[in-house]
């Protein structure tokens, strides 16, 4: 059974690297903890190819190591164009990840989807929004205690998704 | 026949009074409900050997013919959900099953191929919700085990079918059927034809290799690496459902398959000796 997971996992980020070659665009659904409190699991994630651009400091970009992918945020260039050294971290770590290249990163996140509506993907700068971000990175508890009152608030918008339906039917 | 090949229905078409056929696919029976006397013929001779009157219907439809002139068989089809209905539609169809009552009916002229891409399309929906799939592959049964050679038009599925040795039985040379029974898969036979313009036998067999196949100027079995067979397998699996849920079911069926039935590439001439590699 775990070679059948290795495999079909290993099969989807193949085709979703090729998605993104082939047609700009991918939308997935996030899961993980790692970018808390930008996005949090079950969110509907829209990665676009670089283009012309490149990803510079603050972006969230989509990264493949080998057969793993991640979605993390770029906090320092170092070097020219060609051989630029991206350093990359989740919003809820406290550590950078290894350094990667630009050919290792496959898209910008332009857009992040919460219960339907958009998520502003910058740093928040206000007192609070640092608060929670060191929160997150330093006590494990906070993480559990976001992604718990996350899933409650997206339980009660399905039912009420549902009554809604039901009244229309 | 080979012991372990299982005969699925009476041969001898039907000639009785009523207005419903049931027509049994891959052990799946479908009843189909007509009130034109000329269109339940053609249904009676195009399904010959499918036809399976004692079988306890999966689900029914009602048909309901139009005039020829206005449908187009051209367009792209389409599957998707409307509460608990199904919607099949294409320029030359509409029909529409509600999962729920298991009943629905199908609009559409009397063009034979219009019903044979509903009862495709009504397929490929059940078996996803079953763990199976319906494939671009010729298929034949030899020995008591079956083989299914998957390509594109023109990758030679009918010039294999049409070499196959005497003592083979071909499932069909266009449309094949694969479904998971206990700890492996079965192959059915279906009606569904290509170029060789014949309904394939009414049997089953359990699946032995499913060879993707190469013209070559030599003729060769080459490993296939399960990734690879996974992506070639998805390549040739006929859904047209437009459901997320069911895209998913698909896309994990396909990995569970290539993780259980062996699969490999086949090289090939137009030659019947190709079969001497087969088995």
């Given at each position: 059974m775990q070679t059948v997971a290795r495999l079909r996992d290993a099969l989807k980020r193949e085709l979703a690297a090729e998605i993104l070659q082939r047609f700009s665009a991918l939308r997935f659904v996030a899961y993980g903890t790692s970018m808390l409190p930008t996005i949090y699991p079950g969110d509907c994630v829209t990665v676009e190819s670089f283009g012309s651009s490149v990803p510079s400091c603050g972006d969230i970009v989509l990264c493949r190591r080998g057969d793993e992918f991640c979605v993390h945020r770029v906090v320092r260039v170092g070097g020219e164009r060609t051989d630029a050294r991206y350093i990359l971290r989740g919003d809820a770590l406290l550590e950078h990840d290894p350094p990667v290249l630009l050919r290792e990163l496959l898209g910008r996140v332009t857009s992040v989807l919460r219960r339907g509506k958009p998520v502003n993907l910058n740093w928040g700068k206000g007192i609070g929004q640092r608060v929670l971000r060191s929160m997150v990175r330093r006590l494990n508890v906070t993480s559990a205690v976001l992604v718990g009152w996350h899933g409650m608030l997206a339980r009660e918008s399905l039912r009420r998704s549902a009554e809604k339906r039901t009244e229309c039917a | 026949m080979s012991t372990a090949v299982s005969q699925l229905a009476l041969r001898e078409p039907l000639h009785q009074g009523s207005e419903e056929l049931v027509v049994q696919i891959g052990g799946i029976p479908i009843l189909l409900k007509t009130n034109n006397p000329g269109f339940r013929r053609l249904i009676e001779e195009r399904y010959a050997g499918f036809l399976s009157p004692a079988a306890r219907p999966a689900c029914r439809f009602k048909i309901q013919l139009t005039s020829?002139?206005?449908?187009?068989?051209?367009q792209d089809a389409r599957v998707f959900r409307i509460g608990s209905a199904w919607c099949l539609e294409r320029g030359d169809f509409r029909a529409e099953l509600d999962m729920r009552r298991r009943a629905g009916w199908i609009r559409q002229s009397s063009n034979p191929y219009s019903l044979d891409s509903v009862l495709r399309m009504t397929h490929s929906l059940l078996l996803a919700m079953k763990g199976g799939f319906l494939l671009h592959a010729a298929s034949a049964v030899r020995k008591g085990r079956a083989f299914l050679f998957a390509g594109v038009s023109g990758a030679g599925k009918t010039t294999i079918a049409r070499l196959a040795p005497a003592d083979a039985t071909l499932l069909t040379d266009e449309v094949s059927y694969v479904r998971p029974v206990g700890q492996g898969y079965e192959a059915y036979g279906t009606?569904?034809?290509?170029?060789?313009?014949r309904s394939g036998a009414n049997l089953s067999a359990p699946l032995e290799t499913v060879f993707f196949l190469e013209k070559a100027h030599t003729n060769a079995i080459r490993p296939i690496s399960p990734r690879d067979a996974a992506r070639a397998l998805l390549r040739h699996i006929l859904f047209f459902v437009e459901d997320a849920d069911l895209a998913r079911a698909v896309f994990d069926s396909a990995v569970a398959f290539v993780s259980r039935v062996h699969t490999a590439r086949l090289a090939f001439r137009p030659?019947?000796?190709?079969w001497e590699l087969i088995g």
């Open positions: - | 020829d002139d206005v449908h187009r068989s051209d009606p569904f034809a290509g170029d060789l313009a030659d019947a000796r190709i």
